[in-house]
């Protein structure tokens, strides 16, 4: 019987480990589907940055109390998925506490900070269910968030907190073990009979497990897929000040030939597209940056066009990139390349008014725990918007043609630029 | 007041220790040309050999690169490193984060590489090195000033200490406003939004930054860019109709300040 039990969980291991592993290939597929960009120099800061961003939170720790039940959960992932490992061995092989004679005294201790940290879990994941329930503060109730995900936030914390109960539960009914946490649980079960106890470990001990390979399945489909991409998000974010836009070589090839048309190469191609209208023409960096957002809408709150009411919001500009990225992924699932559906990034899912509220402050930048740059996939639409579409509201265009005819963006006479020196 | 431009230089054989980008508000806008003056007016105190590039400086392409036209930003900064590396300027200093941050950070990918500062850092050399001096009955010394942040010094370029400096040289009380340094609140007119009118929200950005600096109660707003200047100065006037908080660029406090 316990031979059949392991290897349905075996199967069920597989089945999971690999579902997981494709759609984790589907989605570096579809980061890979943006523009080449190289970020690979100065690996000593990048590291740096995976450590005191991505491992250390630096900037979540600008609000401590919240640092420090984010931070409970992240431990409290990493440390109590330890147990998983033995949760594996047991069920392929039908043994109990496999670890148990080979660690001696260290298996207690290990076990007990388990359950401590389960139990911290489920209390933090409680607060941040009724602050975005309850308080409602302002970032959790935003329109960015109405629908899908909303549930999914809290699906997740749902999700966590049940997994950690069936962890206590597991151990509270196991006669064998007396744990910290979970034999203060033990006396509602009390009345139980040994088959009662052992039916209720083993049922706790499955769901417990199967709730995480569903939890680990989920991931990818949900914003919780930061736990992962934090971390390369940060290795190759941004080295350069935040005020440096990127240089378009292909426009610079353009002003050159403009001004020395003997340069220019015959027979050659019309450069590609200017600035990005779609997912396609955004850099890899970009893509990335929107599986890596949580939707926790530090940028939002900080953006100024955003707190003013204008349409901007830099976490759905980020939304909307996944969300259009999922809708190219898959049609190219299924057409085995891209077929053109009509539809873009910019206009279909991010409108001008959104794009014209952005006054590059950097702000939102500066806000993101996990290196995002919302303002960097704003600037390239913009791009697209002037130098593909000629869209400019009518000031802009006045803006341009001033400073190309008197080389300032207002009309006054370029003779004029040093008339202070004259005035008094 | 006699201020050498690039040309004069040359064909009198010298050169200047630093050029003064002056941009284009510095230049055309009649409340930032005032900065201008007190910035020149400053180092014609304080003895540093500089010059303009009067009418050869043209916009350095900022406001065209933010709004998205990369071509346009490209024709002027191409422009205007022809005429620097003609003159073979080293050291550049602007009293404009918009134009102090396209100098430095996005000329060098076009071949302009100049060792280019901010106003409040070279302010803050002149002070630290004793080319000025600020005098000991200054008239803002006991007064409280508030100092906003511009964008594209502070987020932007990582400067929030040397403004700060200098205004503390000043024997004054520094009163910071609810969101400073990194966290600090946008004027509302950076990416191009000078240009044009704010899209439809709920109020203006400048209104919102003018209510923090007027919840300071401090004297003045310190503001250390032009168009920073502007926002503030509109967004205090209408918010404020009885106490009339003067912003001023400090430039101009310094200026008033120096023996």
Known sequence: MEYISGIIFLILSVIAFYSFAKKLLTIKRNIHLGRQVELNDQPLERWKNVFFLALGQKKMFKNIPVALLHLILYVGFIIINIELLEIIVDGVFGTHRFFEPYLGILYPVLINSFEVLAALVFIACIIFLSRRNIIRLKRFISNDLTGWPKTDANLILIIEIVLMGLFLTMNAADPSANFMISSAIKPLLSNLNEHQLHAIEQSAWWIHILGIYGFMNYLPYSKHLHIVLAFPNAYYASLEPKGKMHNMVSIQNEVLYAMQPELAPTNVAAPEKFGAKDVMDLSWKNLMDAYSCTECGRCSAACPANSTGKLLSPRKIMMDTRDRLEIVGKNIDKNGQFVDDGKTLLNDHITVEELRACTTCNACVEECPVSISPLDIILELRRSLIMEDSNAPSEWNGMFSNIENNFAPWKFAPDDRDAWTKQS | ?259
């Open chain 2, 1 to 259: 007041m006699k201020v050498s431009t690039m040309a004069e230089m040359m064909a009198a054989g010298t050169k200047p220790e630093v050029l003064f980008w002056v941009g284009c508000a510095g230049s055309f806008d009649q409340r930032a040309q005032k900065i201008t003056k007190a910035f020149a007016t400053i180092l014609d105190k304080a003895g540093v050999v500089y010059a303009i590039l009067g009418k050869e400086e043209a916009c350095t392409g900022d406001p065209a690169r933010r709004a998205g036209n990369e071509f346009m930003f490209q024709m002027m900064a191409y422009q205007n490193i022809q005429v620097m590396n003609a003159y073979e300027i080293k050291k550049i200093v602007t009293t404009c984060p918009h134009c102090f941050n396209t100098l430095k950070n996005e000329y060098p990918a076009l071949g302009g590489n100049y060792d280019v500062i901010h106003h409040t850092q070279f302010l803050q050399e002149l002070i630290e090195n004793g080319k000025i001096k600020i005098s000991d009955s200054n008239e803002w010394k006991g007064k409280t000033i508030t100092y906003h942040d511009s964008c594209y010094l502070g987020r932007s370029n990582d400067i929030y200490e040397a403004p700060r400096k200098v205004l503390e040289s000043l024997d004054v009380e520094l009163k910071e406003m609810r969101r400073c340094k990194s966290k600090g609140l946008c004027c509302g007119a950076g990416g191009a939004q000078m240009f044009k009118e704010e899209e439809k929200g709920t109020s203006r950005i400048n209104m919102e930054r003018a209510d923090e600096a007027i919840e300071t109660k401090a004297d003045f707003v310190a503001s250390a860019c032009p168009f920073c200047n502007t926002m503030m100065t509109d967004g205090i006037k209408n918010r404020d109709e009885e106490v009339k908080t003067e912003v001023l660029d400090i430039a101009e406090i310094i200026a008033k300040a120096i023996q």
